[in-house]
Nanobody
């Protein structure tokens, strides 16, 4: 069974932090580019961050640069998204996904990704 499971979401106040986890079962994440995406009600799904399997290069959306960090733990077959200085506009369902690499760079476009998790809710509110 091939599966991705996100966890770590919740309710936090503005300025707080959360760490999201993306755990893989049935395959090895090291061989894939991994992307984090988010979708808020009434808005399109947008790319947040990704990490390349080829050279470890990363992508961050302008809205989260300097606040979010993506990382990979090969021993646990898990990718993380550390989110600091959270803002109300970060409120969304967050998804992780995998992409078979086609270049040295990971893609920030949802259409490039094949396997998706079920999502985890992040709510930032005072």
């Amino acid at each position: 069974q091939v599966q991705l499971v996100e966890s770590g979401g919740g309710l936090v106040q503005p300025g707080g932090s959360l760490r999201l986890s993306c755990a893989a079962s049935g395959f090895t994440l090291d061989y894939y580019d991994i992307g984090w995406f988010r979708q808020a009600p009434g808005k399109e799904r947008e790319g947040v961050s990704c990490i390349s399997s080829s050279d470890g290069s990363t992508y961050y959306a302008d809205s989260v640069k300097g606040r979010f960090t993506i990382s990979r733990d090969s021993a646990k077959n898990t990718v993380y998204l550390q989110m600091n200085s959270l803002k109300p506009e970060d409120t969304a369902v967050y998804y992780c996904a995998t992409d078979r690499p086609s270049s040295l760079y990971c893609s920030g476009e949802a259409s490039a990704y094949d396997i998706w998790g079920q999502g985890t809710q992040v709510t930032v509110s005072s």
